[in-house]
């Protein structure tokens, strides 16, 4: 049974196969990110609203580069998220307003065009202290790189037994 998922390949046809196409250059435009981030604020009651960007040319790693994601998350004014962590790092740029968030205890205010570091594993939650202003976050992770070690944890809300993303075997 075991035996039919294994090969035993040349080192050359091995290199052949591992070989991966270049990505080919590519542009997100806002004026189509920002219509499909609105639509996902779904109620007025959760006041968030998440979209990812893919590149086709990544395949079933679902990033913008093999190794690389990223997401954008909007918050509504006064919106604070649940604390969560995941085995992924996670950069955000501020795009657009204000607010605070709190990474393993520590709070760390930011303003549109601030870079701020939730390390992995790090718990962390997000505020908008605005009271009239969108807060827009553009993440950059590694989880597809993460996830092709098989090491892709989530824990969502913290206290929730931590998810580990990895699916189900090719043959079940």
Known sequence: MSKERTEIMSVSEFRKKTMKPRLRPAVWKWED???KLKETVAS????RGTISLVHK???NAYGVSPTLNVI????????????HRHS???LFFV????????IDEEIIEWKKGDLVL?????KHEHCNTSDTEDAILITFQDVPHVSSLGAWF???PIGEMPSHMVGEPLDS
Not at 44 to 47: L, N, T, V, W
Not at 72 to 83: C, L, M, N, S
Not at 118 to 122: D, E, K, L, V
């Open 118 to 122: 939730a390390p992995s594993w790090s």
């Open 57 to 59: 040319d990544t395949g």
């Open 72 to 83: 954008v998350q909007v918050f509504k004014p006064g919106v604070h998220e649940h604390a």
């Open 95 to 102: 795009f657009q307003g204000q607010g605070y968030s709190i």
């Open 44 to 47: 007025p009651e959760k006041g």
């Open 33 to 35: 990110i920002y219509p």
């Open 88 to 90: 992924n790092v996670a």
């Open 154 to 156: 989530l824990e969502e």
